[in-house]
C-alpha cells in the first residue's frame, strides 16, 4: 500500500538543488507550476456527481455556519495555562462531533504533563484526537491533520466584536472570531464534507483519519512522540497526508503549498532585584533588566529586517539563477502585500524580493516581552524581571541546533559587554524545522484538479513564510508524502485582531476538499 | 498669618548654592543636620499629655486598621480607565469619612475632563476632597496634602493575597495591600489622629485643611490649576503644607524630607501595519515596529544608569567638596539599599554615591511598551503599534522644557537614523518638577521635634528620589513652605507588588503626626 514519494530522496538534499531536481520530475510538461495539463487525467466522478456534492454543501451552509459558531466559542488558546480547561473541551466537543457523524475508533490520545518553563508543574497537555472513518483495503487512506487550539484573543486588543463569538458580516460576506481560519475553520470543514457525504447516501471514496491537536499555537509539544509511536499502529497504511492550516497568498488565487520555514523561539530572561522597584527609590542606583534587555534585543536584527547574528544568514542555502526566475510568475502583487498588512511599510519593492524574503529567507521578529508595564498609562516601575520573545524563521540549510548555539552565544555575548550585575540567560522555547516537498506527486496533483473543478483556475503552487512542523515529523515518520491545502485568504489575520474566514472560502473550500478525496481516491498511486 | 518661608528666596538658588545658603542660616547650631537642640524650646504641652494622645492611639488600633482595610478595599487606580468609578468611590468613602469626624464645608471639587491621551475622550478626572477642621484665627492652619489613588495591582503580578484586600501579618507585624503605605495609609492617618483628639475631648491646636487628590499616581492631572484657583480662596491663611507622601530612606531611622526629584515621563510610539501581523507570513517583509522601538530604548541609557542623550547630564549643577560631605553622615548602609531592593545589583559601591545618584542625579528608567506581546507562552506576533514608555528623573538645574526638547529630538534622530518606513513619534505624558526645601523652618523643627518625642531620636534630613510635583506648586501658589513628613519605610515596595506598612510605622507615624501639629502650634513662626 506504501508508495515512497519522491521526498523520499527529495529531504535531504540543498534548497539549491530542489529546484533542479523537480525541474528533472517534470521535464516533458510544460507550464510547469501551473499544472493544467494534470486535470484532463482520471475525472472518473462525473461533473453531475459533484455538482450533487457541491449542491448539497450549499443546502448546509446554516447548518455549516451553526457548528463553526459552536466550535469558536470555546477559548481554546493553548498558549495560555488558566484556559486549558477550554482547550480540553474543544477536544471533547470535536470526540463528539466525531461520533455523532459515524466516525469509529475515537482515541483521546493524552500527551502527559507539559514540559517547563510552566507555571504549573501539574499542567496536562490537551489530547490529540484521533478517528477513523472506514477502513476499506481496497481504498486509499488520507490522514487529517488540523489543530482545535487557537491563538489568544481579547475585546480589548481592538476586536470589533467579541473574539469568541462568531459574527457573521453578511455586508462583506466572512466570518469573523477566533480561529476561524486557522484552524477551526478547515477542521469544521473536513467533518462538514463526511457530514455532506453522509446527506447524500455518497461513499466517501478513501479512508480517513483524523489527526487533530491541541497545541500547535505552542509548539505541538508531544505530538511528534505520538506520530512516532503510532506510525505502525494507528496510522499503519496511511498514503498521505493533508494539512489545511495554511492560507492562500494573496486574496484572489487558490495555492497549494509545498514549503514552509521552520520557527525557532526563544527567550531572554533578565533578572535583578527581587520584586519590581519605584524608578523615583531606585532609579540611577539599581541595574535595570529592562535596559539589558533592550540592549540585547537591538543587537538582534536591524530595522531593515537583517539578522545580526554572526553565522545565522551563511547557513541559508544560495539563490541560484534558475530558482529566482520562479518567483516572477506567482500571482501576487506588491499592493495585495500592503492590503493584507494594512500599511505600506514592506521592506521590499519587487515580488521577487518580497516572495523570497517570506519563504526562503530567515527572519528574525521581536513579538514582545513578560513582565514590564504593559497597560495603558504611565507607571513608574523598574520591573525586576523581564523575559524577552523572539523567533527566528528558519529555511534550508539551517541547522536548528547550530541556530540555537549561535543564538545563545550571540545573547550571552552581547548582555556580558553590558557589564551588567543582572543575571541573564536565552534559552529556546520551541523549535520546528522547515519543509520542502515535490509538488507534482499525487496529492498535490489530485488538489490542482479539485482547485481547478471549484475554482476555475489553476493554483499556484507556492511556500509559506510560517511553519507548521508537524509537517516534516509526518514526512518522516509515516514515510509519506504531505500536502498543504489551504482553506483561507492572506488577509484573514490569523494570529491578529479580527481573524476571519470568508464565507466564500469555506465553502468552497469545502468543495475542493471533497473533489481532493475523490481525484486523490482515482489516481494511480494506489 | 503668612510668614515668608525662607524658601522663598531660596527656590531660584543655584543647587550648588543651596547647602551654603542652609549653612549660613544655621551657623549657630552644630549638629546641623540632626536638630538636636531644636527639641528644647517650646515644651508646652507636657509629655503626659501627649502620654494620653499616644495611648489613645494605641487604644484605638483595632479601629484605625479596620478603617484603613475599608479604604484599600477600593481599587482606586487612575492609571487604568476602566477602573475610574472606582477612584470617584474612594473620593466619595473620604467625604464620608471626613463628615462622620466633623470636618466642615466638605468640598469634593472637580477638575474636568482628562486631557488627551486618552482612551474615552468623555473621561472624567476624579474630584479633589477638600474640607476644613477649625477655623479659629488665633490658631495656625495646616494643610495636608494626601492621595488617594493607587498604582495598578493585580495578584498574578506575584502578590502573595489579593492586593485589593487588608492583610495583617502578625508575625511580621505589617499590613499588606496595595497603597497601604502610598499613600491611603498617612491619609487615614491623619484623619486618625483627629479622630484620637476627638475621642480624647482634647482641641486641635492647629486649623486643619485637607487637599486629597485621586490622580497623584497619574501626573496630579488638574491639581495645578485647582491650586492656583483656590491660593487665595479655600487655601487662604494657611501657614504651612505638609506631605505624608513618601518613606524614609531605610527601614530603622525616621527622616524629614527636603528635596525630591522631579519626573518628566515620556511616551515613543511607534506604528506600522495596521494590525498585528502572523511573523510567518510577514516576518522578513514587514518592518517591524517592536525593532525601531528597541532600537530607540537602547539609545538611551546604558546598563550603568548613565543617560546618553545628549545634553542632559551638563544641565546638572555640579557637586559642591561641600555637599559631597553631606551624603556620609546619613543614617544608611548599602546592605539595607540591597535589603530594600532584594537584591546585590546596586549600581554603586559607596553610599554617597548611592545617595547621590537617587537624589541629586538624574536617571532614566525604562517601564515597559503597551501593544506587544506580554503575556506568557510563545505568541508568534508582528506587533503593529507600540507605546514604549521611559521616564527621567530631574534634578537642578534642568529645566523641564529644554529637556522635554532634548528627549524628542535625540528619539527622532535615532529613529531617522534606522531607516525604516514606520512612523515614530516620542511625546511628553506628564512632567513634574524638582523640589528642594530649607530644612530647618518651622514646620521641619516641628516635625523634628515630633519624631524625637515619639522614636526618641533626631530624624535624618533627607531627599527623595521620587517626586511629588505638587510640592512645588503649593510652595509656589500658596507662597508657603511645604514639608514631607513620610510614614512608610524604605521597603514598602510602593508601586511594586507586595506593598506593606508596618504597623509600628502606623501608629508612630499618627503619634509623630499628632504631636507636629502641638510643637508647630507652638512654635514662633505665628
Known sequence: MFIKSPLGTLKNLRLSNLFTHCLRIHTSKRNLYAGQLLLQQHATMTETQ????????????PRFIERLAEAVAIPAVSG??????????????YRAELERLGFQDIKMKELGLQPPPVENPELKLPPVVLARYGSDPAKKTVLLYGHYDVQPAALEDGWLSEPFKLVVDEEKQLMRARGVSDDTGPVQGWLNVVDAHREL?????????????????SGSIGLDKLIADEADKYFKGVDTVCISDNYW???????????????????????????DLHSGIFGGVIAEPMIDLVKVFGSLVDSQGRILIDGVNEMVAPVTEKEQGLYEKIDFTLDEMNAASGSETCLYNNKPDVLMHRWRFPSLSIHGLEGAFSSQGAKTVIPAKVVGKFSIRTVPDMESAKLDKLVIDHCNKVFQSLGSPNKCRTELIHDGNYWVSDPFNASFTAAAKATKAVYGVEPDFTREGGSIPITLTFETQLKTNVMLLPMGRGDDGAHSINEKLDLSNYFQGMKTMAAYLHYYAESETK
Open 201 to 217: 447516501g455518497l461513499e466517501l471514496p478513501v479512508n480517513l483519519i483524523t489527526c487533530f491537536e491541541g497545541m500547535e499555537e
Open 80 to 93: 495560555d495555562e488558566s484556559l486549558r480547561p477550554m482547550v480540553v473541551k474543544k477536544a471533547e466537543f
Open 50 to 61: 459533484f455538482g450533487k456534492l457541491f449542491d448539497k454543501i450549499e443546502e448546509l451552509k
Open 249 to 275: 497568498l494573496g486574496t484572489k488565487k487558490p495555492v497549494l503549498t509545498y514549503g514552509l520555514r521552520g520557527c525557532n523561539y526563544y527567550q531572554i530572561i533578565v533578572e535583578g532585584p527581587g520584586a
